[in-house]
């Protein structure tokens, strides 16, 4: 049978305290026998014990923290691997290019770096970023890869896919964090996007920092409704939208990184 943690470490001080109240009566019982020096030592021995019982259950509830924290890591790096699968089948239905969705990712992460993200916040990035088009599951194919313009209706349909997104992402509790991203990256720093029409520092920063890369990637790399752009007429394209489609102090910042990010995103073993 398995023990618990809690049980494994409450096991372990219940022993170590018993040997060491067994052993050090005893020892003190033999090796000292004036009445008033036993009281003294037994004071002695007294602050030792809490003292060595305190490193000893510092010690163990780290190795139980440290256990745990790494149970969790394998059950995240599981989820991630899960979702990385689905995220592959959702590309391959979009009719994406070949890493689609791993080259955003990679992108959005070095940039989230370069802008002072860390910590949960940047696992957020990692997630939203792997995760912004999860709304469009819901949607027709007919719509989805649609060689043309999509009509008025079409577009309001293509349209729900952010708030579709951000539900589905709600309901999971290690997700909600990341569903800025599919929740708003289609918002402008202008005011003019969509669903929300949040303007400027409204929209939270993962977005704003995802909606950089999203367009450089779409504009890079062709679509079943148009071409790749030339690299020189994304660049010029960016920066022509900064201020109004896109935070105009990340894509600075994108711009001055543009070739370990391009590299990053590209080539990510190098």
């Keep these: 049978m398995r023990l618990s943690p809690q049980l494994r470490a409450a096991g372990i001080y219940v022993l170590v305290s018993a040997a060491w109240i067994w052993f050090s009566g005893n020892l003190l019982g033999y090796l000292v026998h004036d009445p008033h020096l036993i009281v003294r030592y037994q004071i002695f021995k007294g602050w030792f014990f809490v003292l060595g019982t305190g490193f000893l259950l510092y010690w163990l509830i780290g190795r139980t923290v440290h256990r745990l924290a790494d149970a969790n890591q394998r059950l995240l790096d599981s989820h991630e691997q899960a979702l990385r699968v689905l995220v592959e089948a959702m590309d391959v239905r979009h009719k994406e290019t070949s890493d689609h969705s791993e080259r955003v990712v990679r992108m959005a992460v070095g940039l989230a770096k370069l802008a002072g993200v860390e910590g949960n916040d940047l696992r957020d990035i990692r997630f939203g970023a792997l995760l912004h088009d999860i709304g ?60 929300q029409g949040l303007k400027g520092d409204e929209i939270p920063l993962s977005a704003r920092i995802f909606s950089v890369v999203d367009v450089w990637d779409a504009l890079s790399f062709p679509r079943v409704y148009k071409p790749a752009w030339p690299e020189a007429d994304v660049l010029k394209y960016l920066q022509e939208v900064a201020g109004t489609q896109l935070d105009p102090k990340l894509v600075q910042l994108f711009m001055d990184n543009y070739p370990a990010l391009k590299t990053l995103a590209l080539h990510p073993d190098h």
């Design 136 to 195: 469009k599951l819901a949607l027709p194919d007919s719509i989805l890869i649609k060689p043309a313009k999509l009509t008025e209706e079409e577009t309001v349909v293509m349209r729900t896919h952010p708030g579709i997104g951000h539900g589905l992402l709600q309901r999971i509790d290690f997700l909600r964090g990341a569903s800025a991203i599919p929740f708003s990256h289609h918002e402008r720093w202008d005011g003019a996007g969509y669903p």
